[in-house]
């Protein structure tokens, strides 16, 4: 059974352009969530994300920033206009429902670079 | 709103002394606690839960936590270091009062020194 699947690992975009992050959950699990890590920092909750609907957007940047988990397929965080400041580096995570006290999978991250 | 506390950045313990990294929660009603350890550029590893049941929690590399609810903390321990439990970790709890969102501390950077 793999794990949570992120690609591609690392991402260079200069100032401008789009970012495409994608996360393909572990088999079965259909709650997604989306954090964001600075060097040396915690991790920042960004959007969580259950097949087709938003739960929880709460961490996400209102502009450039957007997510989603369509039905088939895996879930996608989209960057657009980057700027220097989203460098980071970005996770994954999966679960079975929450509700039942199930831990997180996390995926190996995507490290996106601005330059 | 529900939270969760590491009052430490940093813990140093010499190599084969016990070590704990402390938690403390903050939730309404019963909680869902999470130990995390996170290795130089990789994701979250797993390492043990609290749900319900025994308050001392075994899980991972020899590590264990106590669930204390008197003290709402949940501190991750191990009798015995080692250098190569060096990491950063992270204690979490779910927001089962509103979205079931998992909400994270800060982190604690562990170095264990040989």
């Known amino acids: 059974n793999a794990g949570v699947m992120q690609n591609p690992r690392h991402l260079v975009r200069r100032r401008g352009q789009e970012a495409r992050l994608r996360c393909s959950p572990m088999?079965?699990?259909?709650?997604v969530y989306w954090y964001r890590q600075l060097p040396e920092e915690g991790l920042k909750f960004m959007v969580y994300l259950q097949k087709e609907n938003i739960i929880d957007e709460s961490g996400m940047p209102k502009e450039r920033f957007s997510a989603e988990f369509p039905k088939e397929g895996p879930s996608i965080l989209r960057i657009q206009q980057v700027v220097r400041g989203d460098s980071a580096a970005y996770f994954c995570?999966?679960?079975?429902?929450?509700?039942?006290?199930?831990?997180?999978?996390f995926g190996p991250g995507t490290r996106l670079t601005v330059l | 709103a529900q939270s969760v506390a590491q009052p430490e950045d940093q813990v140093n313990v010499a190599e084969g002394n016990p070590l704990t990294v402390k938690c403390t929660y903050s939730?309404?009603?019963?909680?869902?606690l999470f130990w995390y350890v996170q290795y130089p550029n990789r994701g979250l590893q797993f390492l043990l839960k609290?749900?319900?049941?025994?308050?001392l929690v075994k899980g991972s590399y020899g590590f264990e936590a106590e669930f204390n609810k008197s003290q709402t903390s949940f501190h991750l321990k191990k009798p015995s270091a080692l250098v190569s439990d060096s990491a950063l970790y992270f204690c979490?709890?779910?927001?089962?009062?509103?979205?079931?969102?998992?909400?994270f501390g800060t982190g604690t950077r562990l170095k264990v020194l040989a």
């Open positions: 609290y749900i319900t049941g025994d308050n």
């Open positions: 979490a709890v779910i927001d089962t009062s509103g979205t079931y969102k998992y909400i």
């Open positions: 995570a999966s679960s079975l429902p929450p509700g039942q006290g199930s831990e997180q999978f």
């Open positions: 088999k079965g699990h259909s709650h």
């Open positions: 939730v309404s009603g019963n909680p869902y």
